[in-house]
């Protein structure tokens, strides 16, 4: 089925926060926000802009009726300044205004004094000074401080991964509505309706029950919409209980850029060991997580580095340290694959820099190093499917050999262009991290027509999970899928909802709609089995048609729904699914957290220009573990979205902050992602229907951030390229590996090259 949005997307008519009909009377927010990474504020000037036209008030810390704090897992986030500024970008006053244009107008006659203190914006120096955010956690399996005597070989070093801007399409943004009796209902582009609601009640002191949060759908959030969005509700809910009057704040993309966290930056250093068959027999790796300036959910993203540090491989003695750590940034936050990508690309770096030490291809390594089944995760939990299966399979349907001979060849002959080859297993848990999350509801009603609405906890943010909800309820009930309507996500139909996030949101929102649906389903077959004098067990709908011991009746779903309702019986049902079987100790860093995991392999074949520094992934062709998917094209569609923002990460993106902590990669223009013309040449996804028992919906498994890290094996196969041009090579394992950084590498201490040598070599090489 195609995604049941594709139709208003196409004409334009798809709702989104911006357009929401704005109500009469509407003020426009906008905010100030801290010009200085962190300092003392010794004076804010407000009088230019109170006297600004159309400027109707100006909030700051003072004007809070609850408590000025919005921080989510820990309490160490001020929604306004109140007396320090901790990053540049930190709201400090509110404007509000009769028009967006009035309000940001007003913002720039504000003034500040600011006594700077030290700016701190690398995690190795916060960690030295003791800023944590969370005490370090230390992951551990065997004892790798005893293996280092069993191991052959072994290798140190460090890795380097920086931070990635979102980049939604629809920014940040929120709208609130005053209702009766101080009832504020408020629109908000986010991932985490529930936490919109918490963070809002905390802010205003008015009580859940108060607010109703109301999200269509949302372009775009990746995991900055699951703790980010709560500031902007916060504004204008805070706005429309002080003046009254309906309040919106969109944000402007550069806003939007500065103000916001973005994915973790990490800095850390490995160890690893084999022995003389490749087998690696210890690792051990500090992780320097720059958290910014408060927790967000900084705590559990560290978790999941920690889980996700071995990736697809098993290791019986591994120790894995993780430090949070407090910088002057703002605030560093979910970003799809929520820490496991920085994780995983520390061990691929290790392994990367043991095969050069080895004079060996990474892969013979990775290959020999894969889980399988029974093999035991540093945190606990047992492997039940296996990481060959897929590696096994993509060397084989891709035909690998030939694929580095390929490359081999054309290395061969092309001087100044050379290619590079990477393998890059992945291997993801589904389930969120802190078990208690690992919930979700939804509400069924059949309306006497044989019409259906669903409302659950899930959001619709591009990645198609409505379309899935559909589905469930469709195939549950056998009815057609015009007759089924997915509602908004309201806080006031589906209370207490994890956010949409983790990748579980069809597995949590999908396994509540079937529940509701199959209970629904079983009274309807039990006013049937009554009419016709049977066994509710021998009556079954197909095609809306129902049927008895496989025979067709005369009864149909709607002549059904009719007979329901006449006899009393209820037609709606809300409800409620927790993931079995998972648990997690965190005296000991130990149990069985994930419901399962995904699998994959993707191989990746780059070409770069070793004259210019530019570079071209010629394919990514890889074999995804889907269980059995429920809707390929939704999930092609995110395996490959998530591979191009990998890339992205990996290659171009470069998140750039100076001394002082001030973003200089503020706009489109100094911030490169991908386009059209730098998108692989080719993915080819293979399905791989596994057979082992999942708790996924329908088996269907979770799909939206395993891909991204597929998007690493470029930048190995990149750093693989430079070494063919020059096997002496050892770039560095940092990344992203920009066009800069590849001339750099290929050219280590050589500013330049001679032109006239190279020219006559482009004339020969291929175009790229
Ligand atoms: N795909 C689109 N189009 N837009 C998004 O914002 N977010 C990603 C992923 N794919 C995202 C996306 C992230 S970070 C997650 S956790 C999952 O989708 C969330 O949705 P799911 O749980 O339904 O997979
Ligand atoms: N993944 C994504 N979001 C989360 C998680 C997680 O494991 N835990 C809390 N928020
Ligand atoms: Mo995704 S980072 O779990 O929103």
Not at 583 to 603: C, L, N, Q, R, S
């Amino acid at each position: 089925m195609k995604n049941i949005d594709s139709y208003t997307h196409t004409r334009g008519e798809s709702i989104y926060l911006d357009d929401i009909p704005v109500q009469a009377g509407t003020l426009y927010a906008a905010c100030f926000d801290s010009p200085v990474a962190h300092g003392k504020i010794k004076h804010l000037d407000l009088r230019a802009a109170e006297n600004s036209y159309g400027v109707v008030r100006i909030l700051t810390y003072k004007d809070i009726r609850g408590i000025n704090q919005i921080g989510g897992i820990i309490p160490d986030e001020e929604l306004f300044a109140e007396h320090h500024v901790h990053f540049c970008g930190m709201p400090v006053a509110l404007v509000l205004a009769e028009t967006d244009h009035q309000a940001r107008a007003a913002v720039k006659k504000i003034k500040i004094e600011i006594e700077p203190l030290t700016v701190i914006t690398d995690p190795r120096v916060a960690a030295a000074l003791g800023e944590l955010i969370v005490p370090p956690r230390t992951f551990k399996i065997g004892d790798s401080t005893a293996a280092w005597d069993n191991c052959d070989h072994i290798v140190e070093g460090s890795a380097y991964t920086n931070g990635q801007e979102h980049l939604y399409i629809e920014t940040q943004g929120a709208y609130a509505i005053p209702g009766e009796n101080g009832v504020i209902k408020i629109y908000s582009s986010t991932q985490g309706p529930t936490a919109v609601q918490r963070a809002v009640s905390k802010v205003t002191g008015l009580p859940m029950h108060m607010l109703e949060v109301d999200v269509t759908r949302l372009g775009g959030g990746f995991g900055g919409k699951e703790d980010q969005a709560n500031t902007w509700a916060a504004l204008v809910a805070l706005a429309t209980q002080i003046t009254g009057k309906p309040a919106k704040y969109s944000l402007g993309r550069m806003e939007d850029i500065r103000m916001t966290g973005k994915r973790h930056p990490y800095s850390s250093d490995f160890k690893i060991g084999l022995n003389k068959d490749l087998k690696i027999i210890a690792y051990e790796v500090t992780f320097y997580q720059n958290a910014g300036a408060s927790a967000d959910l900084s705590p559990a993203v560290m978790e999941r580095t920690l889980f996700h540090a071995t990736n697809s491989y098993f290791i019986p003695n591994a120790t894995a340290t993780a430090y949070s750590c407090r910088t002057n940034l703002p605030p560093n936050t979910a970003f799809r694959g929520f820490g496991g990508p920085q994780g995983m690309f520390v061990i691929e770096s290790a392994i990367a820099k043991a095969a050069d030490e080895l004079g060996i291809d990474p892969m013979e390594i990775q290959q020999k190093n894969l889980l399988k089944t029974g093999d035991e995760f540093l945190y606990g939990q047992k492997v039940v499917s296996e990481a060959n299966e897929c590696w096994n399979k993509a060397v084989e349907h891709f035909n690998a050999s030939k694929l580095r001979q390929e490359v081999a060849e054309f290395n061969m002959q092309n001087r100044l262009y050379k290619k590079g080859i990477a393998f890059m297993p992945v291997c993801f848990g589904i389930s969120f991290t802190n078990t208690m999350m690992n919930q979700g509801r939804a509400l069924v009603h059949v309306y006497t027509d044989g019409s259906v609405v669903v409302s659950t906890g899930a959001i619709e943010m591009g990645q198609g999970v409505n379309t899935k909800i559909l589905q469930v309820v469709q195939s549950t009930f056998g009815i057609d899928a015009a007759k089924i309507k997915v509602n908004s996500t309201n806080t006031y139909r589906i209370a207490n909802t994890s956010p949409s996030a983790a990748s579980a949101t069809a597995d949590l929102n999908g396994k509540a709609t079937q529940i509701a649906c199959t209970a629904i389903l079983d009274r309807m077959k039990e006013v049937a089995a009554n009419e016709l004098n049977v066994t509710a067990g021998s009556i079954s709908v197909c095609e809306e048609a129902i049927y008895l011991n496989g025979d067709r009746t005369t009864m149909d779903w709607k002549s059904l729904v009719l007979l329901t309702y006449s006899k009393r019986v209820s037609l709606s049902e809300h409800g409620h699914y927790a993931t079995p079987g998972i648990h997690f100790d965190k005296t000991i860093e130990k149990g069985h957290p994930f419901a399962y995991h995904v699998f994959g392999t993707a191989i990746t074949t780059v070409t770069i220009d070793c004259l210019r520094g530019i570079y071209e992934v010629d394919s990514v062709k890889l074999v995804h573990d889907f269980g059995g998917s429920m809707n390929k094209v939704i999930d092609l569609g995110q395996i490959e979205g998530g591979i191009v923002q990998g890339i992205g990460w990996m290659t171009m993106e470069e998140v750039v902050y100076d001394q002082e902590g001030r973003l200089r990669s503020n706009a489109l223009s100094t911030y490169k992602v991908p386009d059209i013309y730098s998108v692989p040449k080719e993915i080819v996804v293979e399905y791989l229907e596994t057979q082992q028992d999942n708790l996924a919906i329908f088996r269907s498994k979770a799909v939206g951030e395993p891909p991204l890290m597929y998007g690493i094996g470029t930048f190995f196969g990149l750093r693989n390229a430079i070494k063919n041009f020059n096997p002496g090579l050892r770039p560095p394992f940092a990344a992203p590996m920009t066009p800069e950084r590849v001339l750099m590498n290929l050219y280590p201490g050589k500013p330049t090259v001679e032109t006239t040598s190279a020219t006559l070599e482009i004339t020969a090489a291929p175009s790229i």
